[in-house]
């Protein structure tokens, strides 16, 4: 026995869970709560839509613990994300391992959503999710060209311009030794691409520092990247060394020290960009989703990753217009409009 909860404490059951076996998805990223179970505040949810995964990312020990993608049915994916927003949830955080290869194991086999015929396929789901009327933020896409169909959903209000698409490195070399798709060049012009067709669209993106065999000059090339995309929101990693990771065999370990030096020095770069970019909202109304007295989040804004909106007042789950007069490196400041 694990733990007693009192009845119907779905919350309770899954920390005591959580705290028994490994959370899902990426050890370095890991904010996924199990499939249909509820552990968030009642305006927002995640919306888990399929579980494993096919690639083989070589610092990445989700595929052997899951196994490869399994998709959940469109109709019943759907289904549950009709009950969360009639419930009153406000925001579906789509989640999953790999989001953009949606229906790839059931050849994009078509399901039913209200007796009407729908692919299982990301962009199909993307559409049919933005007719619920909630914010819709899609998460851990994995960069498919055919990420670039749902951006024109974006640019419509179908879905909140935001994409989670972890690019991991920018060095082609250590691309190549992660298992990644393998071209910088090809994404800054996608990044321009998806500016230019949706203007408002934050790109949140992770990525790993002092991989093994990781040259000063490849880390270099990162932060060069970086430069160049301009990424509204970034997480990074020091590697680490996960048990059963084929990475691990790969030689030239970067010492602990490095990994941790280039973290900071990759943070700071981000810290001046995103600064650049938030103080650019200054003197905007925006749209808020208030998550509690005081603080909320903007569309560009994913719970718990990214930074918040601050002001006075609001009650949760409330959708307000807040208009900025300050921001700092993570967040905005402004008044209830
Ligand atoms: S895409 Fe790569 S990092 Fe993400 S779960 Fe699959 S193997 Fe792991």
Not at 121 to 143: D, F, I, N
Not at 146 to 165: C, F, Q, R, S, T
Not at 192 to 206: F, G, H, M
Not at 241 to 266: H, Q, S
Request: glycine share 8%; hydrophobic share 40%.
């Amino acid at each position: 026995m694990l733990a007693i909860t009192g009845p119907h404490d779905a919350e309770g059951v899954m920390r005591a869970v959580h705290a028994h076996v490994p959370k899902p998805h990426d050890p370095y990223a890991d904010l996924v709560p199990a499939a249909g179970v509820k552990l968030t505040p009642r305006h927002y949810a995640y919306l888990k839509i399929s579980e494993g995964c096919n690639h083989r990312c070589s610092f990445c020990i989700i595929p052997s613990m899951r196994g490869d993608l399994v998709s959940r049915p469109i109709g019943e994916v759907m289904q549950e994300a009709e009950n969360l927003v009639k419930a009153g949830v406000k925001e579906l955080l789509v989640i999953s391992q790999d989001t953009s290869a949606y229906g790839v194991d059931v050849k994009y086999r078509t399901g039913f959503v209200k007796g009407k015929p729908v692919k299982t396929r990301m962009t199909e789901l993307c559409r049919s999710l933005g007719e619920l009327g909630a914010w819709v933020r899609l998460h851990y896409v994995y960069p498919y060209p055919h990420v670039d169909e749902v951006i024109p959903l974006m640019a419509e209000g179908k879905l909140l311009p935001y994409l989670d698409i972890p690019f991991q490195h920018a060095s082609p070399r250590i691309l190549k030794l992660m298992k990644r798709p393998a071209s910088a060049e090809k994404v800054l012009a996608r990044l321009e691409r998806w500016r230019s067709a949706c203007p408002d669209i934050t790109v949140r993106s992770t990525f790993i520092v002092g991989f093994p065999g990781e040259t000063e000059a490849e880390f270099q090339e990162l932060l060069d990247f970086l430069d160049e995309a301009q990424l509204d929101r970034v997480g990074c990693f020091a590697y680490s060394a996960v048990e059963g990771a084929a990475a691990n065999d790969l030689p030239g370990a970067v010492p602990e020290e490095t990994r941790e030096e280039r973290r900071a020095r990759f943070m700071k770069a981000q810290e001046r960009i995103s600064a650049r970019k938030l103080k650019k909202k200054i003197g905007r109304t925006i749209d808020v989703l208030v998550d509690g007295p005081g603080v909320g989040r903007s569309k560009a804004d994913a719970p718990e990753i990214d930074g918040v909106v601050r002001f006075s007042g609001g009650k949760a789950g409330e959708l307000a217009r807040v208009r900025i007069d300050r921001a700092d490196a993570h967040d905005l400041y402004g008044r209830l409009q």
